[in-house]
């Protein structure tokens, strides 16, 4: 503090000074911008219109586009802040190479020159796949087809996967297999007409705050909520099922056994536009009420009543979020979810659909144009007939599409660990904080010869451990497109220009493809965006994700547009899958699979009696590089917590805001305020995940789903014990969240 200010003559009358803006009206001066620049939120996957207030070339303000179909112009704490993201202290502002153990500025010519020959290096030694690359749902569609095709066909490595397994890829391969191909069906809209509202492990009020918004449009529904835990969004239920971990299944398998004995089913829908329908209803026979009862620990009449509720609305939706991909299970949880709606003739109308509700902004985005679970537009590596369809677009021959996809992002890091990745590009995400058992992750990243972390943050606990840190634009510094979870594409905008030296991700990927020799076969001419958003137009041309008919005008000029969209549409309206019964599988019909319940991997017992669940906080977004640095929300929700219910507490002789360790066979995450709270049951605790400091991933599990390979978050068997009080002689390993060789930046 200055002495003016410490005499009291310096009254920070420029800080606290007021004025009339004749958008926002009376407030404070310095966030009255030059002008407002349209975008959409660079947080979650809910996809909302904003502005934001530039002045004197800064991001000072932001203000929900109150024309804007997804949010009618409100925002939630993270959006009305994210300005602050872009000015934010840990911004990366130049490219860092490590030199004698230490991250030392270089230009971006030497960078990308050494990226470039490190890669080269490795593949030349040990086979192209000796690369691995993880990316993100961070970035724009753009970027995501732009780098697709850098990797598998400039790079030649199918080893390529994004952090979306960690939140969405069950929801893929439940679609793929139910459906023949991704995408959400449903519409935001259906939250609107449904009569019956179903969310599954899905806490919107915390994680997508402004769908809750599209529920209070609709007066006339009945919103039921499964969870293990009483969340916020539980708080607003019509009827509430606090049913056990991980036991969805068995509660799916019950409705669906209601229905058939009771009728409740849609015969006609089931005959023209399914297959498996008489194994289904074998294989759902034992799930009985009191069966399920058993496993769910409902009441018989609440199952009932719920399968009843369910199969008499003229509507229902099925939303769900990570209650059911964070799971071993999530998959074929997701197949119960759509066999549900498909024996009710729930889907393809108005308020009627299974609908996952994506957690990135754009997701979605990759999944469509990205290259790494599918080829983009949803084509298929196994299909010679789609590899064939791409290369010709393309130009190039069809033996350089592989017939494969790559290793999944678990197994990129288990390769690392056994040497078969050698070099590895981490784009736009920090696993150190997000991926599942530390330890092994760890293990994985310093195994590796060459890590490069391209990300608009530095120092982050992952980009501490690289060779190469490359700086990048974030949101509000860059062009493109998002899509959101009801497959609106909405138009991206730079406001401000990057800090630094940082440059978009799209700019970096472009001058890799020149160093790497690929640029004018692969991307011939490209300078913007735009460029690529031209072709990838025409790669989803004919495709269930079909863009072909946008402009980034139109898109503009409707708030966002939802595909299918061919050239030639004239109307912009709300589109749902799926309404002609016509899906994307071979014979044109949805398939029924039949799935069992069975209990979670890593059960409780007498040394970790607690089931861990984790999760997330409005406040925070992921691992905090972002939201961290904003101050009022990090002043909201500063450190984790953990959630314990008072029974637990009494017999673990704790008290509200003791400081505890929760502690499992893998690690240990230390000294966490305990919340004695009633929000969880008995024998189950919580924790959220966003912190890198009280990191939950010590203790989590790798474990994952055999289909989508997502990891199992949810079902951790823990101890609980007060904060230096560790109990017996083995004292277990404390769990650094730095690494271990703790290393410096220059920048
Ligand atoms: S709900 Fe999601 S998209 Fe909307 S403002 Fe909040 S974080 Fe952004």
């Not at 919103?223 to 607003?236: N, Q």
């Not at 009771?262 to 498996?276: C, E, F, L, S």
């Not at 290259?371 to 789609?386: C, I, N, V, W």
Request: hydrophobic share 35%; net charge neutral; with cysteine.
């Amino acid at each position: 503090m200055s002495l003016k200010r410490n005499l009291g003559l310096d009254i920070l009358s420029e800080k606290y000074a007021y004025a009339t803006d004749e958008t926002t009206g009376y407030t404070s001066a310095r966030k009255i911008p030059d002008r407002w620049v349209a975008t959409t939120c660079g947080y979650c996957s809910v996809g909302c219109g904003m502005f934001v207030g530039v002045k004197d070339g800064r991001a000072v303000a932001v203000r929900g586009n109150p024309g804007h179909p997804v949010n009618s112009g409100r925002l939630c704490p993270k959006g009305l802040a994210e300005h602050y993201t872009l000015e934010a202290p840990n911004r990366a502002k130049y490219p860092l190479l490590r030199q004698n153990g230490k991250l030392t500025r270089v230009s971006w010519d030497e960078a990308l020159d050494v990226m470039v020959e490190n890669f080269l290096a490795v593949q030349t030694k040990h086979g192209p796949e000796a690369l691995g690359v993880i990316s993100t749902g961070q970035l724009v569609t753009e970027e995501f087809y732009t780098l697709g095709k850098l990797v598998q066909l400039g790079f030649g490595t199918s080893n390529y996967d994004g952090n979306t397994t960690l939140c969405m890829s069950t929801a893929v391969s439940g679609y793929k297999r139910s459906f023949g191909s991704d995408g959400p069906p449903g519409a935001y809209e259906d939250l609107q007409k449904a009569d019956v509202i179903f969310l599954i492990g899905a806490n919107i009020a915390e994680n997508h705050p402004i769908l809750c918004q599209h529920l209070e449009a609709n007066p006339r529904k009945t919103l039921i909520v499964a969870d293990p835990r009483v969340t916020k969004t539980a708080m607003m239920a019509d009827l509430f099922l606090p049913l056990r971990p991980r036991s969805d299944i068995a509660l799916i398998n019950g409705m669906i056994h209601v229905l058939i004995q009771a009728k409740m089913i849609d015969r006609d829908y089931i005959a023209r536009h399914t297959t498996g329908f008489e194994e289904l209803a074998q294989s759902v026979r034992k799930y009985t009420p009191r069966y399920v009862s058993e496993i769910t620990g409902l009441e018989e009449e609440l199952i009932l009543k719920v399968a009843f509720l369910y199969g008499n609305a003229g509507a229902a939706f099925i939303g769900w979020t990570m209650g059911v991909n964070h799971s071993t299970k999530g998959t074929e949880t997701v197949n119960a979810i759509n066999n549900l709606a498909l024996i009710t003739g729930n889907i393809g109308r108005a308020g009627a659909s299974p609908f996952s509700i994506t957690g990135q902004c754009n997701a979605m985005g990759t999944r469509e144009s990205g290259f790494a679970s599918s080829l983009p537009g949803y084509r298929k590596f196994e299909s010679a007939d789609d590899r064939e369809e791409l290369a010709g677009l393309w130009g190039i021959p069809q033996e350089r599409i592989p017939a494969a996809r790559g290793l999944a992002y678990p197994d990129i890091v288990e390769a690392a660990v056994k040497k078969k990745i050698r070099a590895l590009w981490v784009i736009a995400t920090n696993p150190i904080v997000s991926f599942p058992n530390l330890d092994v992750l760890r293990q994985s990243l310093e195994s590796v010869e060459f890590l490069v972390v391209q990300d608009g943050f530095h120092p982050t606990p992952t980009s501490e451990l690289a060779h190469m840190v490359l700086p990048a634009a974030i949101w509000g510094e860059k062009e493109g497109t998002y899509t959101n979870s009801e497959r609106r594409v909405s138009k991206v905008n730079r406001a401000v220009d990057p800090p630094g030296e940082a440059r978009s991700d799209f700019e970096i990927f472009l001058t890799v493809a020149k160093k790497l020799g690929c640029y004018d076969e692969l991307f011939p001419g490209w300078t913007t965006p735009q460029d690529a958003f031209e072709e990838w137009k025409s790669v989803s041309a004919g495709r269930l994700c079909d863009y072909s008919g946008m402009t980034y005008e139109l898109i503009e000029q409707h708030g966002g547009i939802q595909w299918p969209f061919p050239q030639g549409t004239q109307d912009v309206a709300t589109s749902r899958l799926y309404s002609d019964g016509r899906f994307q599988t071979e014979d044109g019909r949805a398939k029924l699979f039949c799935v069992e319940w069975e209990p979670f991997p890593e059960q409780p017992n007498h040394e970790f009696p607690l089931i861990l669940n984790t999760g997330r906080t409005v406040e925070h977004w992921h691992t905090r590089t972002k939201t961290g640095q904003v101050p009022i929300l990090e002043r909201m929700a500063p450190n984790a917590w953990l959630e314990m219910n008072p029974k637990d507490a009494h017999q673990l002789k704790l008290r509200p805001h003791d400081h505890v360790d929760v502690v499992s066979r893998r690690g240990r995450i230390s000294s966490v305020e305990l919340r004695v709270t009633e929000i969880v049951a008995p024998g189950q605790v919580f924790v959220p995940f966003h912190f890198a400091e009280t990191n939950a991933n010590q203790v989590t599990q790798s474990a994952f789903d055999p289909i989508s390979r997502e990891p199992n978050y949810k079902q951790s068997a823990v101890r609980v014990e007060k904060s230096g009080e560790q109990r017996g002689k083995r004292r277990p390993r404390r769990w650094s969240l730095w690494p271990r060789r703790r290393r410096s930046s220059s920048q």
